[in-house]
């Protein structure tokens, strides 16, 4: 197995913990990055008990200024980089279509903002590594990986924010793919339900509710193959893709029987 150096934002908890743990005991070294510190040096405890490499670097995405400073301290713990995950991620409701800019601007910081932070600080050791191509090292073309969400598939009851900075995310990278197709590879990632410190807070029914560990093996394995786009689970992507071709069937029929009469629902 070949060794990587991967950067994942969002790594000090759900998805992106688990993506770190089990990409580091199969030999990878992760760089994992948070807002939160303290979480970060556990889980780089937790990886060395069963030999894994984890490097904390405390990073808040949506830190606009840092991009180059991000740039030179990833250089300086790793070397360069083959492979980013972005991972960080912000989900906050809208209740009764009520739309506060404020809401929205958390909610894109992070999601779309700070993915495009994220990026461009990988970006150059990216390129780096696709100028460079060691090939004793067989790693292959770098990759990007954009964690977005099922949730972007179609409209779902108070996802106007959360949604449509997922949709955001996918058409940045689906474009980011087009403009690097020559030297990096792009994954979307679209989970559906995974129980995380996210998913806490949802008071309403989650269809197809995976672990944190069956969703990183999914991505991990859809990722090695270098696939455009990663759906899962497969039951609630084609719920939510079929009606959504016929857009009146979802949005007059299904749709509406998602929203409760006095509060909101929904969200993957
Ligand atoms: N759980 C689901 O059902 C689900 C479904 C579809 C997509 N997703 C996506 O999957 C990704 C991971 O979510 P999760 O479910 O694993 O949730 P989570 O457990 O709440 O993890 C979110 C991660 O993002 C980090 N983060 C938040 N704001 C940040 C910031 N400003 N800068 C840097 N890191 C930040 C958090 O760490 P700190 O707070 O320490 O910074 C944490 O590590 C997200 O992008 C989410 O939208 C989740």
Redesign the pocket.
Known sequence: MSNKRIWI?????????ELALQLASVGHTVVC????ED?LQALALQAAESSGEIIPMA????EDSKTAFVTEQLKSLVGGLDMMI??????EYVDNAKLETDLFRRVY???VF?AVNATTAALPLLEESAANADRSREVGKPQIVA?????AVTGLPRAEA?GSS?AAMIYLFNTLRLDLQKRIDVTVV??????????KQNDFP?PF?MQ?AE?AECIIKGVAKRKLTVNFPLRLWLSLKLPSLIPAVWYRWLGPRLVRPENGQQ??
């Open positions: 934002t969002g790594a000090s908890s759900g998805i992106g913990s990055s948070a807002r939160g979480k990073y808040d995405v949506t972005i991972c960080a991620g912000r989900c910081d992070v999601n700070g964690i977005a969400s099922l949730s959360y997922k679209n989970p559906g339900f995974v129980a995380t410190e996210m998913t989650m509710m944190p969703a969200q993957p």
